[in-house]
C-alpha cells in the first residue's frame, strides 16, 4: 500500500526525467508513450493504495510514510512524508486515472507538433505536481506541489511560445497563482509561530479565533487563486492559449480542483474560522454565477467550457464552504469525468476544423462527426446535471446541503438554482451553435475527419471511456438513497450539514427543472432559431469584458505599478545610479587626460626627465647628509 | 706620479656631459646612440679612477662588465636603426613619437 502510493507519486517525475534526459534518443511518439504509462503505473498506484486502505478498519485508514527528514530547525521538524488517507487516495484516483486518459490524449492531439518530447516531459512533471500536492504528508509538502502545479501549469499555458498571447496568458497565470502561494505561506508562517509544526493535525488545535481566521484567509487565498474564484479568477479563460489537452489537464485532473481538496483537507481551520468559510462558499455562489453570465457570450469553444469550470468549481467551494466535504469531493470527481470529456470532445472539434476555435464559424457538424456530437451531448447533460447523468447526483447534493445552512445558505441555494439554468442555457447554446443547422461553409470547406490510425485511436478511446464514466460516474453515490463517498471521507472530513430527504428532493427536481429550462431556452434561440437572439447592447458589453476585471487590475494596479516603476525611474535611477557611474567614468578619463599629455613620445624629453631627476636625486642626497 | 685622480674624474665628467648633450640634442638616432657610448666611456673612466684611487679591483672589474653591456646594447640599437631604416622610417627621434599618450 505505501509502496503503491510512492510509485503513484513517483512514476510521472521519472518520466519526465527520462524524456528530458534522453533528448533526441527517444522517439517523439516514444516520449508519448512513455509519459502515458507512467500515468497509467501511476493509476496502478492509486489502486494498489486504494485496495491496502480497504482492507483496512476505518479508524485506522491513515498512514503517514516519511521518507527522509526534510527540514529540522530547533524545535521544528518537517519530513519529505506521503499522507496515505481516504481523502488523498480519493484524489490520487482521479488524478492519476484522468491525468492518464488526458495524456494518452494528447498523443494524438499533438502529433506532428515540433516540440513533442517537451510536452510530454511537461505534462508528465504536472500530474507529478498534482500527485505531490494531494499526497504532501504535511502542509509544506503540500505548499511545494500547490507551487510545482503553478510552475507546470505556467511552462504548458506557454508552450505554444512563438505565440506573444500564449506568453502573456503564461505569465499570468503564474502571477496569479503566486498571489495565493503568497498568502499560503503567511499562513503557514503564522501556522509554525502559533503551533511549531506544518502537520496537518495541528489544524485542529485550539487558536484564539484572530489567529484561525487569519491562517484560513491564507489557505483560502490560495484555493482562489489555483482553483480561479473570485477574486483571482481572470487568468483561467486566458490559459486557454496552451494545448487543448492541457486545458483538459488543468480544468478536469489538476491544478483548479486543488482549491477544493486544499479546503477539505484543512476542514478544521475552516470550522473554527466559520466565517472565512461562509466567505468561501460565498465566493463560490458569486462565481459561479459571474462565471455563468460570461459563459452566455464568449464565442470561443474553449473558453465557454473554461467559464463552465469556474462555475463548476464555484458550485464546489459552496458546497464545501457550507460544509459538505464529501458532496464537494464528490462534485469534484464526476465534473473531472464530464469536464475532461467535454474538453477533448471540442478538441477533436478544433483538431477536425484546422484548429479552428471559434463557434461562430462553426455548425452542422452533427451530421459530420455523429459520434464526437454523442460524447459532446453525454458531456453537456452531465455539465447540466440531467438526471441520470454524472452532475445530477453531485451538483443537486451541494445545493440541498446549502439548504441545511440556514439563512445564508437559503441565499447561496437560490444563487445555485439561478446556476443551474445559467448552465443549462450555455452549455447548449454552445452545443447547438457547433452541432445542429447546416454545415457553415467555412465547415464544409475545412473539415477532416478522424483516421483509424494513432492519432484517430488515441484521440478516440478516451474520449468513450471518459463518456462511460460521464454516465455511470454518478451512480456512485445517490443521496440519502446510498453514499459510499460520504463514508469513505468520514473520517478525513466529517460534513457538518446532512440534508434531510426533502431538501434533496426539493433541491433535485427545482436543478432538474431549471436546467431543462435552460437548454428549452437555448433550443428556442440556438436549436431552432424560433426565438431571435435577445440584444441588449450594454449587458452584452459588460459580459464580453468579463465585468471588467481585467481592465479594473489593470488600472488598480499594473497601471500604478508601470508609474511607480516609471517615475522611480526618472527620479531616482536616472540621477543617482545612471548619473553617478557616468560622472565617474568621465572623471578618470579626464585624469588620464591630463597625465597622458606628459607622455610626448619624443626621445628627448623622456631622457630629459630622466637627467633632470637623477640631479634633482642627487641634490638631495648631498643635503640630507 | 700622473695627474691626480681629480683630474681623471674631470675628464669623466666632461665625457659624460658630452654624452648627456649629444643624447638630448642630437636628431639622428646614430648619433644619439654614439653620444650614448661616450657617457657610458665617462662613466668607466670614473670608475676605473676611484678604483686606482681606492686601490679597491672591483671599479675595474665593473668598468668591464659596463663594456660588456655596451656593446650588447650597441648590437640592439645599431640593429634597430637598421631595422628602421629598411622600412623606409625617417631616422629622426622627433619623428619616432608614436608613444604619445
Known amino acids: 500500500m505505501i509502496y503503491g502510493a510512492w510509485i503513484c507519486l513517483l512514476s510521472p517525475l521519472a518520466a519526465a526525467g527520462l524524456i528530458t534526459l534522453a533528448g533526441e534518443r527517444i522517439s517523439r511518439r516514444g516520449a508519448g508513450y512513455l509519459a502515458t504509462l507512467s500515468c497509467f503505473v501511476a493509476f496502478g498506484g492509486a489502486v494498489a493504495s486504494f485496495v491496502g486502505l480497504l482492507e483496512r478498519a476505518g479508524s485506522q485508514r491513515t498512514v503517514v510514510s516519511t521518507a527522509w527528514t526534510w527540514i529540522s530547525g530547533g524545535s521544528y521538524r518537517s519530513g519529505f512524508e506521503v499522507i496515505i488517507d481516504p481523502l488523498s487516495v480519493f484524489m490520487m484516483l482521479i488524478v492519476a486515472g484522468v491525468g492518464a486518459l488526458i495524456v494518452g490524449y494528447s498523443i494524438g492531439y499533438m502529433d506532428g507538433d515540433n516540440e513533442e518530447r517537451r510536452y510530454f516531459a511537461y505534462m508528465a512533471l504536472f500530474v507529478f505536481s498534482m500527485l505531490l500536492l494531494v499526497q504532501g504528508g504535511n502542509l509544506l509538502i503540500l505548499l511545494a506541489g500547490w507551487g510545482m502545479v503553478g510552475l507546470s501549469s505556467y511552462l504548458l499555458i506557454g508552450f505554444w511560445h512563438e505565440r506573444p498571447s500564449a506568453i502573456a496568458a503564461a505569465k499570468k497565470a503564474f502571477i496569479m497563482n503566486a498571489i495565493g502561494d503568497a498568502t499560503m505561506a503567511l499562513a503557514l508562517f503564522l501556522l509554525i509561530k502559533k503551533a511549531g509544526s506544518v502537520e496537518f493535525f495541528v489544524l485542529g488545535g485550539r487558536y484564539s479565533s484572530t489567529v484561525a481566521t487569519l491562517v484560513a484567509l491564507g489557505l483560502l487565498g490560495g484555493a482562489v487563486a489555483k482553483s480561479a474564484q473570485l477574486p483571482l479568477q481572470t487568468w483561467l479563460p486566458d490559459a486557454m492559449e496552451g494545448p487543448t489537452p492541457v486545458s483538459a489537464l488543468i480544468h478536469a485532473a489538476t491544478m483548479v480542483t486543488a482549491g477544493v481538496y486544499l479546503i477539505v483537507r484543512t476542514h478544521s481551520i475552516f470550522e473554527s474560522a466559520p466565517h472565512v468559510a461562509d466567505l468561501a462558499a460565498g465566493l463560490g455562489a458569486a462565481t459561479l454565477l459571474l462565471a455563468g453570465l460570461i459563459a452566455l457570450v464568449q464565442v470561443d469553444i474553449k473558453r465557454v467550457i473554461a467559464y463552465s469550470t469556474m462555475s463548476q468549481i464555484g458550485y464546489m467551494f459552496l458546497g464545501v464552504g457550507v460544509g459538505a466535504y464529501a458532496n464537494g469531493m464528490f462534485h469534484l470527481m464526476t465534473h473531472a469525468f464530464f469536464k475532461a470529456l467535454l474538453f477533448m470532445a471540442a478538441g477533436i472539434v478544433i483538431h477536425a476544423l484546422a484548429d479552428e476555435q471559434d463557434i461562430r464559424k462553426m455548425g452542422g457538424l452533427r451530421q459530420l462527426m455523429p459520434r464526437t456530437y454523442l460524447a459532446f451531448l453525454i458531456g453537456s447533460l452531465a455539465l447540466v446535471g440531467i438526471f441520470p447523468f454524472g452532475g445530477f447526483f453531485s451538483k443537486d447534493s451541494i445545493l440541498a446541503a446549502a439548504i441545511d445552512r440556514g439563512a445564508y445558505g437559503y441565499v447561496l441555494w437560490v444563487a445555485g438554482l439561478a446556476g443551474t439554468f445559467l448552465t443549462g442555457l450555455y452549455t447548449f447554446r454552445l452545443l447547438f451553435l457547433v452541432f445542429w443547422g447546416e454545415p457553415s461553409p467555412f465547415v464544409r470547406e475545412h473539415f477532416h475527419a478522424l483516421k483509424r490510425d494513432v492519432v484517430g485511436v488515441s484521440l478516440a478511446v478516451p474520449v468513450a471511456i471518459l463518456a462511460v464514466l460521464s454516465v455511470v460516474g454518478g451512480w456512485i453515490q445517490w443521496a440519502p438513497l446510498w453514499h459510499p463517498i460520504e463514508t469513505w471521507l468520514q473520517t478525513v472530513a466529517e460534513p457538518t450539514v446532512s440534508p434531510k430527504s426533502w431538501q434533496e428532493a426539493v433541491s433535485s427536481a427545482l436543478a432538474l427543472l431549471l436546467g431543462l429550462g435552460g437548454i428549452f431556452l437555448a433550443w428556442l434561440v440556438y436549436g431552432v432559431r424560433r426565438v431571435a437572439v435577445p440584444r441588449f447592447a450594454f449587458t452584452q458589453r459588460v459580459l464580453e469584458h468579463k465585468f471588467y476585471f481585467d481592465e479594473l487590475y489593470d488600472a488598480l494596479f499594473y497601471q500604478p505599478t508601470v508609474w511607480a516603476a516609471k517615475s522611480l525611474y526618472r527620479w531616482v535611477e536616472n540621477p543617482l545610479v545612471d548619473e553617478s557611474s557616468n560622472s565617474l567614468g568621465q572623471d578618470t578619463r579626464d585624469l588620464g587626460r591630463l597625465v597622458a599629455r606628459a607622455q610626448t613620445g619624443l626621445l628627448r624629453t623622456y631622457a630629459l626627465a630622466i637627467a633632470s631627476s637623477v640631479a634633482v636625486l642627487a641634490v638631495v642626497f648631498v643635503a640630507v647628509r | ?101
Open chain 2, 1 to 101: 706620479m700622473g695627474p691626480g685622480t681629480a683630474w681623471y674624474l674631470a675628464v669623466a665628467g666632461f665625457l659624460f656631459g658630452v654624452g648627456a648633450l649629444g643624447v638630448l640634442i642630437r636628431r639622428n638616432p646614430l648619433i644619439v646612440l654614439l653620444s650614448l657610448e661616450i657617457m657610458l666611456n665617462g662613466a668607466n673612466l670614473a670608475l676605473i679612477a676611484f678604483a686606482r684611487h681606492l686601490n679597491n679591483g672591483a671599479g675595474q672589474i665593473f668598468a668591464l662588465a659596463v663594456m660588456a653591456v655596451a656593446a650588447s646594447e650597441v648590437v640592439v640599437g645599431l640593429g634597430l636603426i637598421v631595422a628602421l631604416n629598411r622600412k623606409r622610417v625617417p631616422l629622426d627621434v622627433d619623428r619616432l613619437s608614436s608613444l604619445r599618450g
